[in-house]
């Protein structure tokens, strides 16, 4: 059974940075995504990044290009979401969800993800 664990989350001036990870166990596929996404209140979940367990390849939403960096260490079996130059609108619970058809475009849509950690809470604010 997959079990994905976020942690990492927190409070942080604008301006701040954190690195979010999220442990996976129960892996069976070699051939899946990992995306993170963030849920606001009352907002709908959004993706932030994705990585393929093949090859590593990224994706971002445009809101976190060059301020965002997800990374896998698949000798731990997690995933990292490094954040900088955090801003307000950032603040949300960080979510992390296996994929299990692999890579293509539906990676960027919450429906799909089969699995999904309980979430960590990032705020950004002074």
């Known amino acids: 059974q997959v079990q994905l664990v976020e942690s990492g989350g927190g409070l942080v001036q604008p301006g701040g940075s954190l690195r979010l990870s999220c442990a996976a166990s129960?892996?069976?596929?070699?051939?899946?995504?990992i995306g993170w996404f963030r849920q606001a209140p009352g907002k709908e979940r959004e993706v932030v990044a994705c990585?393929?367990?093949?090859?590593?390849?990224?994706l971002y939403a445009d809101s976190v290009k060059g301020r965002f960096t997800i990374s896998r260490d698949n000798a731990k079996n997690t995933v990292y979401l490094q954040m900088y130059s955090l801003k307000p609108e950032d603040t949300a619970v960080y979510y992390c969800?296996?994929?299990?058809?692999?890579?293509?475009?539906?990676?960027?849509?919450?429906?799909?993800?089969?699995?999904w950690g309980e979430g960590t809470q990032v705020t950004v604010s002074s």
């Open positions: 990585i393929n367990s093949r090859d590593g390849s990224t």
């Open positions: 129960g892996l069976s596929s070699r051939d899946y995504a």
């Open positions: 969800g296996m994929h299990p058809r692999g890579w293509g475009p539906w990676i960027q849509v919450a429906y799909g993800y089969d699995h």
